[in-house]
């Protein structure tokens, strides 16, 4: 791996992060001509796939779908192996990608950038990094990730714990073999859902932890087969330009009629056809599950039932169904025998939905006066959603303007892209964008796309410069919190809306209207030179 000797450097445009987003807007971006200096803080490529190395890390949308569209020749060179890939699979396939495109030489790892300040008069950005380097740029580009500032609650006596702990978003890279030991688990959602059952098929004793029970449907994973394969690269092209106009973001079709508008007997057949083919098409099983709370709670039921048939003690079913918020509000999760798992001996389901965990003890938790002796504690309680990552960087825009004060009420972004009082500065899948709501790789080609033809426009046109305008900013905030409005979401207390995050002001963050048209205001936006920014 390249290393490079700490310097002053210049270029145009800095790219924060090397996950699919920075991978991709690096290669974008180099391809238009542009000098590019990458940062990362792992020391290889991957992002997220790069963190979250816990037990069962896989991933929830499926591999012919969770790859780059951008060129048939990539797609065609590389071959998946499973239904679902694996995190190893992922970062084989990063790496692919890497080579085949020659990335890490632009990039430099093991470098956290920790400011990036506009410097009004030269309209520069200068980045810093806690490895002291220093650059200027035209161009900062924040590929920072959605799901990327890891989170530890602060539980009293933490630090007094004598065993090892682990977060699942910043795993060990040479593993943790758990053979023979006693583990706690805290968290359910899907970093605690994929790993418990792998945690619990190897430790002598697990106790999950669970506060809020989550929804999960059955991923039935399985080998690729190959013919499905060879055909699936031959269709890839043709499939990645009808999803990308679809508003799911999902090759698998949405019924487009409403649950109330059917039979008892049909609905149930079609919530069975899509249960049995695993994967999140279940709840695009109908139009109206995301926004009638009575066509939401009959797909809701269909799953409490299948859990209470899975798991063979009715008070650990009743835990593990969920009742506190509509299926599908707060993330889903999928599962590889998630249920099954609470019915082996020596797995414990510990209600923390009332009584909190008190404190961590140097032998273990404890929890409604009760302690549980553990060797080690698993924390699957994941991240500061969407903005923790940017506001981590001590991020200052035109006049000094700091976007930690700027945000002190909530993320306020144009089209996730953009932010007023930022010149140049643009987020790749940033709040207000589709992102963590449909296949985010397509989320992050379209952004990439968008801000290349954006800096290309500028070039051409002799702008050095690019910022949202504030009236247009609050109009896209009125619009996405409009739009999360129609929608069952705002009723789950989920990291959409940061209440994972004590404080973290209530915004629902994610642009809930839909992958196509999201698509098509962006490229309207363009067409009409940039409505809503200012060109300088
Ligand atoms: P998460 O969905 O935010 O789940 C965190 C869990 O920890 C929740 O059950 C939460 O309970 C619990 N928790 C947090 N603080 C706690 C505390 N102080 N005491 C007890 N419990 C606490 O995080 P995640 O599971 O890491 O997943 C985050 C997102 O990453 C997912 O929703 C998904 O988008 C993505 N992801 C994707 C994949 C995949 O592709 N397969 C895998 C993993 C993650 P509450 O619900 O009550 O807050």
Redesign the pocket.
Known sequence: METQARAVMRCDAVVVGAGFAGMYALHRLRQRGLSIQVFEAGDDVGGTWYW?RYPG?????ESVEYQYGFSDEIARGWTWTERYAAQPEIMRYADYVAKRLDLRKNIKFESRVTSAIFDDESRRWTVETDRGDRVFAQFCIMATGC?SASRV?E?AGRETFRGPSYH??AWPHDGVDFSGKRVAV???????V?SIPVIAAQAERLFV????P?FSLPALNAPMDPDFVEASKESFAADRKRVRATNSGAMMAANDEPALGVTLEERQRNFEARWGRGGFAFMTSYNDLFNNIEANRLAADFVRDKIRKIVTNPQIADLLAPTNHPIGT??LC?DTNYYETYNLPHVTLID?TQT??ERITPGGLSVGGREYAVDSIVF????DAMTGALLRIDIRGRDGLSLREKWTGGPRTYLGLGIAGFPNLFTITGPGSPS?LVNVIIAIEQHVDWIADCIDHLRANGFSAIEAQVEAEDRWVEHVNQKADETLYPLA?S?YVG??VPGKPRVFMPYVGGFANYDRICAGVAAGGYEGFSLA
């Open positions: 979250n890390a896989r991933c929830d949308v799901l609650p539980i699942t978003g805290i968290g359910t959602g899907s970093s605690g994929q932890f669970q506060r809020t989550n707060k993330r999928l923390i909190p965990i699957a309680t994941g991240f963590v207390n990291w209440a994972n």
